[in-house]
């Protein structure tokens, strides 16, 4: 995580002196490559367990043969360390051989992986999506805003399906006071004076004319924690990382779904030191066709229904959420305890599933709330 921080810090800069020079030069289209190139890869980096990601999108087969190929490499490895212990010459020589069979071998593996499992290499070398390709997303009603504090200031990128245009927002300042300003959970501050002032700085400027009736945000910093549907209760909001994230979704989510698979009302234990969440039974009854309760709402069984070949309409998990801040990817949503797992389902876990619905429904605590990662907003659940 230190490493992929320190990465990040190091190519800002380069984005940042693009990004510079491509809104002097107004060009549009090289501002939304420099903006999505840095957020692409952040994200990517920020995720904290790309072996994990990369596994998750790599069919079984060539996971199987990747690993009995390391295997026999640390196998051969070992088998050449005892012979050069027991300078044993010949018994040297051989295993040599079978050392750089294994490794031709596992390089052969790598090849195929790259090669077969073109949607694992692309998440995990991401290119990000030009503005053609954004915008071949986007439907006559939908626009795509994509903040950015940049250096001093602050701007918007406005994408429909056929435009796109850059609203300078002013100083960064602002809007950084006006959204730390901005705690709902704290009763003195006033959330509604903080929302009026971010109203008149990060939306009112973008004018948006009234047929754009769903509004994507991809928020920079702190706007992640704000509740945009308050500065236009008549539209409908949505969050993305990024464009090219927005686009990656759009290209699997045309397919549709049967069915919803609800799990609530968690069994935790006295040292969890989590009450319990009786009226999510009643919720999960209301809307699930197939449903884990109570001590069924276990990790072990959710894993195993997820694993079902058919697609859902939705899965809805209502639970306790727990964030872990410095951490993100530890965060976790809180299950019923087994004797074999906590009953936590981790981010970093989350990624190894695979969830095969239209829509997934966090009914939790703390699930919109993260760590503030530079480019690409909040990190957690």
Known sequence: EQQGSQARGEFTSYFDAGLEASLAAKDVRASVHFLERGRAATLLEAMGDAEALRDALTPEALRQERDAARKAEADA???????????????????????????????????????????????????????????????????????????????????DADDARVVELGPAGAILDATKSLDLVDHEADPVTSIDALRDLVWKPLALPKRFTHVIVSPDGPLGTVPFTLFAPERAFAFTPSGTTHALIAENGRRRGKGVLAVGDPVYRKEDKLS??????????????????????????????LAKPTRRQAVHLACHGLLDAERPMESALALTPSADDRGRLEATELFQLQVRADLVVLSACETGRGRVFQGEGQLGI
């Open 77 to 159: 490895l070992a088998a050449v360390g005892r012979a050069t212990r027991r300078r044993d010459r010949r018994q040297l020589k051989a295993a040599r051989a079978r050392l750089d069979e294994a490794r031709d071998t596992l390089r052969s593996v790598r090849r195929k992986i790259q090669r077969d499992a073109k949607e694992a290499a692309e998440l995990f070398y991401p290119r990000p999506a030009t503005l053609d390709e954004i915008q071949d997303t986007l439907e006559d009603e939908a626009v795509l805003v994509l903040y950015q504090f940049h250096i001093e200031h602050s701007l918007a990128i406005v994408i």
């Open 276 to 305: 319990a969440l009786p009226a999510t039974r009643k919720e999960v009854e209301a809307i699930g066709t197939e449903v884990l309760l109570g001590a069924d709402a276990t990790e072990a069984k959710v894993r195993a229904a």
